[in-house]
């Protein structure tokens, strides 16, 4: 298939696949990261994960309304404040959703994941309800659409660079907070032992409680920013849930960089096969591979080693 | 002695109501939909077993439904695909999505499913096969909990995509249709709706009363023993992960009996049955009902499909909240579902009456209570 | 069974409908029978339908809940209007319209559910419904075991025809094949590339686009052809492989919520459509809602109907159909051809003298229908529509503009020879 192509085609071909790659890497690590810590550092199977992260995408569309109406303005600037409000409205879902239910179901992981497809079908109803049944297009600033010309035949996307940029920020974020603060040594030490978590005087339902607020916040996040390449409606999230679900399970659950390293090995394989062989099978033969790899390894590619 | 008093008990009654109570009083319309709502009933008794008793968690089990659905399907497809049906297709004899599909000759694997015997062998036995392969390669690795119900959702996912994929084969999204007749019987009359309603309730009926036997025997003691302390149990010397394969593929054989019947009751097979969606809601059945009961899976199947359907003949707009609500309120209060409430409020009150009663008579004897069911 | 909101909107509309009555298309199908003043029922429903002296009952089936509620909101809509307009005009043999609305839930078992209870239950005596090809293939089995009568709105793949369907929409070479003569003459288009979600519509309409543009276009080649899961997000593979291979024309048939991540990143990718011709047949003007203007501006769509459709017929139907749901509700090729079905119905009963399935069927060959937003449409011995094909040019504020349109109907052919 290559035959016709000068070596420079060939070569600027394959810079922009593998920026594809980067692209794709870029998403799928966000789209995890909030799971990672809601299901890798909980416990708690979220199956409203992709509800939550519709959640940010419709508040990023009425952020824009609110912006073309009333301060047009100041559109070009409108996503990031967009991207703060759905931090905060998911996060603050998630705060009453920990409140309500999930604080209940710490000793039963698995009804957690009931409990939240119940929800999940709650929240796409009531998205249905509130926002209509048609998917929304969310309107962005011109600046964010197109591409920049690197070379005459290597263009780079802009909304791809900021979703890698976006990405970037928040896993140092989550890993500074996790990893440095000292909020982050009690939610690992809550997560390691909950009991004497409780007995050395760490508040551990607060830190369930905004743990798992944190979580659906940077799904909100996520939500907002994929406005920009997929679309928003009530059961949109749904698409996202198998993939999430894999890549954190991939990486371990309870490890950072095992999320990072499994989005990154993940989305490879599955950008590099698109380009070989056709959508469909390119997704068939990347699932296989990881269930096929997680029955060989099934703790994952990276493990804590915890005393059970 | 298979079943304590209480249990031949709630079996009788179940039995009258599925055999005698609801042909009774439903047209056969809603028969009809009683009898598809019951196929899920095995899938959800599946269930019970491996996750209740055995607790392995399966987001999976569709699979096994639509696998053994699918083996019945082919079977129907090819008959209703006799060379005269099918004439005005440029390959007679084969069924008509191949010929859309430019598939000039029968594909190896329809093959079998050109004889009865065997086709009633594969409803079970591919569930069991893959089944078997899965829990192998994840039981022997000491998989469990929640890794093992994302990996079978992932399963779930890819045999969805390549169905959907592989139109050609398996009819695509639109699945394996227009099913009408068995061995020359016309499957879609009244008449044999109410047979097959039949059929469907004994099958039932049969699978309920291996799982009691499953129960009672000394695997379904040393499966509640894993459930609780795996450790314990591999350490007095239980090759721990051969009861789980084992009870993994004799949930799926029992859901592929649901799938077949399916088939042959609606007419049809979906690959939506494979997907992630029904296989959530076949746990969600068992969870209703409860999942350490074995008849509270059927009662579970019945009261969540009567609701959805009533719900959305009702308020078809807002059914969705109803049937969440049922799901939260269902795992928040009820964790151990209708059998839960049955088992704390219900018997006592029962119990309370009863031994009113033999207070009156002192030579009347008391229902003799099993443990918890 | 519409909500309260909904009820409030259409009696108000009713009201309205009632004292304008002679704006309305509908005039012009005014009924031979004043309403109360019909043939005995007895006389017009020999089979046991619901038919009362001043009612009859006819099914809405579609999904409301799940994915595809986004796609099928617009034939309710539409279906819903049609019948408010056809009691305002006096009904059909002097009767009203009663609907029955039934939730497919996205789910095509579901579908066949309650297709049977609409026939066997509630006895309607046509259903409107259905949307997707797996849900028809779902329901079609039952239409024809218990005789009932299904207006079908969706541009399909074809390979079908039954008594108990009447296609409303464009079967596949109607669509296509148009279509590519155009694209082939007016852009000289010699190299394509198909693109489709993973099913059977999309895969049926690509071989058939294969066949026409190997077979019947000069030069014609297909440089390549891709599958996509449904719901799948991620195009930038594919792009790039666009862009090595260079085609002519993009031939893109995505559907659902892929149609969204499609077309944003085609644009994000730098991929100009004012250089690279893409047509599509799958993106309607409600499908641009969700995906955007800007980022969908200058592709063209093979279709029969556009809401710019410059007509007496098409600006009424507008008019009203916004009156009815919203200023910003935007009509597509499906919503129009669901409008269609109960007045093709109506039509068909009138001409029959009679509710009864057999004798509506048997009908509905030849009905021709003057008032159709698209234009004038023929009821074809298939029970396929004839209909014009046109190409619209997508503009930024979400509409189209048509910029060809075939000069007579293009005839239905469910089973072309030379395509299968």
Known sequence: ?308 | MILSRKELLGLTILATLILVILPLSLDIFRLNLVGKYLTYAFVALGLVLCWGYGGILSLGQGIFFGLGGYCMAMFLKLEASSVENTKIQSTPGIPDFMDWNQITALPWFWEPFRSLPLTLILVILVPVALAFILGFAMFTRRVGGTYFAIITQAVAAILTILIVGQQGYTGGINGITDLRTLLGWDIRTDNAKLILYFVNGLLLIGCLLLAFFVKHSKFGRILVAMRDKEDRVRFSGYNVSNFKIFVFCLAAAISGIGGAMFALQVGFMSPSFVGIVPSIEMVIYTAVGGRLSILGAVYGTLLVNWAKTSFSETFPELWLLGLGGLFIAVVLAFPNGLAGIYGSYIEPAIKRFLRKKSDLMPSGTLPQGSPAE | MADETERGLESSLRRKLLMGMAAIPAIALMPKFALGAGPATAEVNTTGLAVTDDEVTVGILHSITGTMAISETGSVQAEKLAIEQINAAGGVLGRKIKFIQEDGASDWPTFAEKAKKLLVNDKCASVMGCWTSASRKAVLPVFEQYNGMLYYPTFYEGLEQSKNVIYTGQEATQQIIAGLDWVNKEKSAKTFYLLGSDYIWPRTSNKIARKHIENHLEGGEVVGEEYFPLGHTQFNSVINKIKLKKPDVIYAIIVGGSNVAFYKQLKAAGIDMSKQTLLTISVTEDEIDGIGGDNIAGAYACMKYFQSLDNENNKEFVTEFKKMWGEKTVIGDVTQAAYLGPFLWKLAVEKAGSFDVDKVAAASPGIEFTKAPEGYVKIHENHHLWSKTRVGLAQADGQYKVVFETADLVEPDPFPEGYQ
């Open chain 1, 1 to 308: 298939m290559f035959a016709d192509y000068s070596m420079a085609e060939l070569g600027s071909i394959f810079v922009m696949q593998g920026f594809a790659g980067l692209i794709l890497f870029s998403v799928f690590l966000l789209m995890a990261l909030g799971l990672a810590i809601i299901f890798g550092q909980m416990g708690v199977i979220n199956m409203a994960h992709g509800e939550f992260m519709i959640l940010g995408a419709y508040v990023t569309y009425f952020t824009s309304q609110l912006f073309l109406n009333y301060i047009p303005s100041l559109f070009s600037i409108y996503f990031f404040l967009a991207m703060i409000l759905a931090f905060i409205a998911s996060g603050a879902l998630g705060m009453f959703v920990e409140w309500a239910m999930i604080r209940h179901l710490y000793k039963r992981p698995l009804d957690t994941l009931l409990a939240t497809w119940g929800l999940s079908l709650i929240l796409q109803q009531l998205y249905r309800s509130f926002f209509g049944a048609r998917e929304v297009g969310v309107e962005l600033p011109e600046w964010m659409m197109g591409s920049i010309p690197l070379t005459d035949t290597v263009e780079v996307q802009i909304n791809g660079l900021f979703v890698m940029g976006l990405t970037l920020a928040i896993t140092i974020a989550v890993a500074v907070l996790m990893y440095k603060s000292s909020w982050g040594k009690q939610v690992r030490a809550v997560v390691q032992n909950r009991v004497m978590a409780g007995a050395v005087g760490i508040n551990t339902e607060r830190v369930d409680r905004y743990t798992f607020a944190l979580g659906c916040g940077i799904a909100g996040v996520a939500g907002s920013a994929f406005t920009m390449i997929g679309s928003t409606g009530p059961t949109a999230g749904q698409l996202y849930i198998v993939d999430t679900f894999l890549v954190v399970v991939f990486g371990g659950a309870a490890s950072l960089l095992g999320t990072i390293a499994s989005a990154f090995t993940i989305s490879q394989a599955q950008s590099t096969m698109e380009f070989f062989l056709s959508g469909s099978m390119a997704k068939v033969i990347t699932l296989l591979g990881v269930v096929g790899i997680l029955m060989l390894r099934p703790q994952g590619l990276f493990t804590l080693k915890v005393r059970r």
